[in-house]
């Protein structure tokens, strides 16, 4: 059995991800799609009151947690 554990709501932290956002850009579409806003913008402007916003904040740290387990090991900072 295998399990993916990623971090919860207060591991974000402005400009988090942007790296994978861009390595990523048909996923990180995908989830703006869905989540009608983007994670990138959220992370880059950095307002602090959004980012630590339940409905905002946790969709975006596992956004980017999720792309960071896609990326190889050797890659991720």
Known sequence: MYG???PGQGAQRPRMGADLFRR???????AE???GWSPPELFERGDVAQ?????YGQPAVFLANALRALAPRDEVA
């Open 33 to 35: 799609d869905v989540l």
């Open 51 to 55: 980012l630590t916003d339940t409905r």
């Open 4 to 6: 993916l554990v990623l």
């Open 24 to 30: 990523y850009p048909e996923i990180v579409a995908a």
